[in-house]
């Protein structure tokens, strides 16, 4: 499975984003589809997941009421709408996929999507 980003940028504090996921490359099931982000020199961070059947959702509790993560089952696609952003939030935003119920471990990273909130 290829993983592929898009949607970032710069915005001001305050303002939205909305992240998009594609996958690609063969049959696509998995358990559950996951955003995370990193900045340069520290670990990467949890934001939010949901199950593919079902749409089960979960948050990072520091995030909870301005991310809101979707799907689009038919397109392969998974979306994380930000609002109300802050500095702190900038960082390059990922998606994983957890293919298992059975392994808690995401895989088949992409590359990344930048996200920039500053004056």
């Known amino acids: 499975v290829h993983l592929v980003e898009s949607g970032g940028g710069w915005v001001q504090p305050g303002g939205s984003l909305r992240l998009s996921c594609a996958a690609s490359?063969?049959?696509?099931?998995?358990?559950?589809m996951g955003w995370f982000r990193q900045v340069a020199g520290r670990e990467r961070e949890y934001v939010a997941s949901?199950?593919?059947?079902?749409?089960?959702?979960y948050y990072a509790d520091s995030l909870k009421g301005r991310f809101v993560i979707s799907k689009d089952n038919g397109k392969n696609m998974v979306f994380l709408e930000m609002n109300s952003l802050k500095p702190e939030d900038t960082a390059v935003y990922h998606c994983?996929?957890?293919?298992?119920?059975?392994?808690?471990?995401?895989?088949?990273w992409g590359p990344g999507t930048q996200v920039i909130v500053s004056v």
């Open positions: 949901i199950t593919w059947v079902g749409g089960s959702r």
């Open positions: 994983g996929q957890r293919a298992t119920v059975e392994v808690n471990e995401y895989t088949s």
């Open positions: 490359g063969g049959t696509f099931s998995p358990f559950r």
